[in-house]
């Protein structure tokens, strides 16, 4: 049952954040929340090298509308620049500097709700990976996190 005055969207995201299934993703270390603003989600998701790439994560409408994503600095609070984002793997086709930059910096996935937009045929050509309101938030950062797992993130080098 819904609190009167609380965006219905907003209550279903923290019911998902307390998922048992959303849990166990936080106790396998691959992500975190780092903050819930409503409606931005920014969360911290662990690449192959060990590194955490933050994303920020417009989620209102949510669950009817895909959460619509961008890397995040995580320390700065601002658009990770594009020179930081994931390489190795098959995060060069997921962040892609043709196609995200223009975009919002959205990922290129069925999953996120920029990419839905633009390619209107994907929910039809990819219905696995396609977000849909039966989906939570951890579907999202499940697709997110299988296309880090042969990744690795630029790192600041430690002051000799």
Not at 56 to 65: C, E, F, N, S, T
Not at 98 to 126: E, F, I, K
């Amino acid at each position: 049952m819904s609190q009167p005055g609380v965006d219905p969207g907003l209550a279903r995201i923290e019911g998902d954040l307390a998922s048992s299934e959303f849990e166990s993703g936080v106790s396998a270390g691959l992500w975190r929340v780092a903050s819930l603003r409503w409606p931005v989600l920014v969360v911290a998701i662990t690449a192959g090298d060990g590194n955490k790439l933050g994303m920020r994560l417009v989620v209102d409408r949510y669950p009817g509308a895909a959460p619509a994503g961008q890397p995040w600095d995580l320390e700065r609070d601002v658009p990770l620049p594009t020179s930081r984002w994931p390489t190795g793997g098959s995060a060069p086709q997921v962040f892609r500097l043709d196609w995200s930059v223009q975009n919002a910096n959205a990922p290129y996935m069925a999953c996120d709700r920029t990419g839905l937009a633009t390619h209107s045929h994907w929910a039809t050509d990819h219905p696995g990976r396609a977000w849909h309101p039966a989906r939570t938030i951890t579907f999202y950062l499940l697709e997110i996190s299988h296309e880090l797992r042969g990744a690795t993130l630029w790192q600041v080098e430690a002051a000799a």
